[in-house]
C-alpha cells in the first residue's frame, strides 16, 4: 500500500523559513515523480513543484520560483520542500503526491502551514 | 498553459445523478485530466483519468457508481445513485512537461 506522510508543517512569521518533509512507503520511491500542492483555507487546489525520480530535473509555479526548492532523497524515501522568504498567501494545507502516468495518483494526509506574526 | 474551468457548485438528490464538468481552454483541448474527490477535512483522493476520446481508468477502489465521459473541450465525471458520502469537493487536474493545473472546483450537495 503506497503511504505519503508529510511533516514539518508549523506557525512561522513573515519572512522565515520552513522545511516540509514526505516519508514515502510503499512503492519503488526512486521510480516516480512527486509534486506539492497546497491548499489555502477554503480554496482550491494549487500546485507548488514538482521533480522528477531520480531528482534530476524540478518545476515549481511562479507564485513560488525563486523563494521555495524542492528536492529528494531516494535514499530515504523522502520528499523536500524547503520554502525560504514566506509570505501570508503561503499559508495553506500542504500535500505531497505521487505522479503516476502524468495524473496525481497518491496522496498524503498534508501538513499545515500558518504565516503569521 | 491548459486552463480549467468548472462550476462552483452543483447539487443533487440522494438515489440520483449528477454529472461534473471540467472546460478545457483553446488550445488544449486534446489534454488528458483527471478527477479527484476531497471530502470535507480529508486529503484529496484520485478518482479517474478522462481522455479526450471519452476513455476512462479509475483508481483502486473507485465505486461503479463512478464514471467518466468526454465531448470536445469537456470533461465529464458522472456519478450514479448518489450516496451521502460523496458530498465533497471535487477537482480536475491537467499537466504537461513542466507545469499542472487544477480547476477550481465543484462542492457537490446531495439533497
Known amino acids: 500500500e503506497v503511504q505519503l506522510l508529510e511533516s514539518g508543517g508549523g506557525l512561522v512569521q513573515p519572512g522565515g523559513s520552513l522545511r516540509l518533509s514526505c516519508a514515502a512507503s510503499g512503492f519503488t520511491f526512486s521510480n516516480y515523480a512527486l509534486i506539492w500542492v497546497r491548499q489555502a483555507p477554503g480554496k482550491g487546489l494549487d500546485w507548488v513543484s514538482a521533480i522528477t525520480g531520480s531528482g534530476s530535473a524540478t518545476y515549481y509555479a511562479d507564485s513560488v520560483k525563486g523563494r521555495f526548492t524542492i528536492s529528494r532523497d531516494n535514499s530515504k524515501n523522502t520528499l523536500y520542500l524547503q520554502m525560504n522568504s514566506l509570505r501570508a498567501d503561503d499559508a495553506a494545507e500542504y500535500y505531497c503526491a505521487r505522479l503516476g502516468d502524468g495524473e496525481s495518483r497518491d496522496w498524503g494526509q498534508g501538513t499545515p502551514v500558518i504565516v503569521s506574526s | 498553459q491548459p486552463v480549467l474551468t468548472q462550476s462552483s457548485s452543483a447539487s443533487a438528490s440522494l438515489g440520483s445523478s449528477v454529472k461534473l464538468t471540467c472546460t478545457l481552454n483553446?488550445?488544449?483541448?486534446?489534454?488528458?485530466i483527471a478527477w479527484h474527490q476531497q471530502q470535507p477535512g480529508k486529503a484529496p483522493r484520485y478518482l479517474m483519468k478522462?481522455?479526450?476520446?471519452?476513455?476512462?481508468n479509475k483508481g483502486s477502489g473507485v465505486p461503479d457508481r463512478f464514471s467518466g465521459s468526454s465531448s470536445g473541450a469537456d470533461r465529464y465525471l458522472t456519478i450514479s445513485d448518489l450516496q451521502s458520502e460523496d458530498e465533497a469537493g471535487y477537482y480536475c487536474?491537467?499537466?504537461?512537461?513542466?507545469?499542472?493545473?487544477f480547476g477550481g472546483g465543484t462542492k457537490l450537495t446531495v439533497l
Open positions: 487536474e491537467a499537466w504537461n512537461m513542466n507545469t499542472r493545473v
Open positions: 483553446s488550445g488544449h483541448t486534446n489534454y488528458i
Open positions: 478522462v481522455e479526450g476520446s471519452g476513455t476512462y
